[in-house]
């Protein structure tokens, strides 16, 4: 778990100093310059955590039960239950709406599932093959993930 020092900064002093990251995250455009950034700055479990929250609110968004999200990015049902609490909040909004307009993200999110389908049932996979998959589990109007 991250470790958060006692000793506090001023209230004028942390609005700078988050006023400033935000700024700075806000200018990069480049997703090999974000990538270093946050690859310098977070270490990979902060990465993975982050990036595990946001996966849930997306699966959440798309008609996911919690014990299918659960087993597919391998967290708590206590972790869901946080983050389906955020689902309507402005930062959800601000990420789907982003998200949205995105198409390569449907790839991704149909990649990731069929990894995870091939890890965790791989005798599914087999039986099934390539277009069964994509006809069982991605052919679902509710199951797309974007």
């Known amino acids: 778990m991250t470790q958060v020092s006692k000793r506090e900064l001023g209230k004028q002093l942390e609005g700078e100093i988050y006023n400033f990251?935000?700024?700075t995250i806000a200018k990069m455009t480049d997703k090999g310059e974000i990538s270093?950034?946050?690859g310098?700055?977070?270490t990979r479990n902060e990465k993975v955590n982050f990036t595990k929250r946001l996966a849930i609110i997306v699966l959440i968004h798309k008609g996911y039960n919690w014990r299918e999200i659960s087993?597919?990015?391998k967290v708590?049902?206590?972790t869901i239950a946080k983050m389906a609490s955020k689902i309507d909040s402005e930062?959800?909004?601000?990420?789907?709406?982003?998200?949205?307009?995105?198409e390569k993200w449907q790839k991704f999110w149909d990649d990731?599932?069929?990894s995870y389908l091939t890890i965790s049932h791989p005798e599914k996979v087999a039986k099934l093959g390539a277009e069964g998959?994509?006809?069982v589990y991605l052919g679902k109007k509710r199951r797309r993930l974007l």
């Open 21 to 23: 990251f935000w700024s």
């Open 36 to 38: 270093t950034f946050f």
């Open 40 to 42: 310098e700055f977070f």
């Open 71 to 73: 087993d597919i990015l």
């Open 76 to 78: 708590s049902v206590g």
């Open 91 to 102: 930062a959800s909004k601000v990420f789907f709406k982003k998200l949205e307009k995105e």
């Open 112 to 114: 990731m599932l069929k």
């Open 133 to 135: 998959v994509e006809r």
